[in-house]
């Protein structure tokens, strides 16, 4: 059964960004209802009250002020209730230690923040029509980074 509306959530501490983000989900065929949270302390305050609509999807800045995406990551990893939430880490950084700390930490992908509206689009769109199921069962560092 196919989801009607995509429950999306980002965190991210950079304005620019997160409009940037919101306008190319706009522009995607998918229908999407996003939620922006400016940093991780937002973010987990929100999936943790009971009435919050868990998302299919959260993209996760990793460097944000108050809680950083890697701590954000481990409390979800961490709680029954949203372990099994799909975590996309949305970052500048393209380190292959915070991309190997995020894979082993149970980031279901990684993205380096594409430097154009088009490629942010289409990363976007990618990242919303993977079939999860299959792609989080069949996990390994060669599908984790999504290189475009």
Not at 27 to 53: H, M, Q, R, W
Not at 82 to 92: G, H
């Amino acid at each position: 059964m196919a989801v009607d509306i995509m429950n999306i959530v980002l965190a991210d501490d950079d304005s620019d960004d997160r409009l940037l983000f919101e306008e190319a989900i706009e522009e995607i065929d998918v229908k999407t209802n996003l939620s922006l949270f400016k940093d991780g302390k937002e973010l987990i305050d929100y999936l943790v009250l009971p009435e919050a609509v868990l998302p299919e999807i959260v993209f996760l800045d990793l460097n944000m002020p108050v809680k950083n995406g890697m701590q954000c990551l481990k409390e979800i990893r961490n709680n029954d209730t949203l372990k099994d939430l799909c975590v996309a880490i949305y970052s500048t950084s393209s380190s292959e230690q915070d991309i190997e700390e995020t894979f082993v930490n149970g980031a279901n992908i990684y993205i380096n923040k594409p430097n154009s509206f088009s490629a942010l689009k289409k990363v976007i769109e990618k990242i919303v029509k993977i079939n999860w199921q299959y792609h989080t069962s069949a996990l390994n560092r060669d599908n984790f980074l999504l290189r475009l």
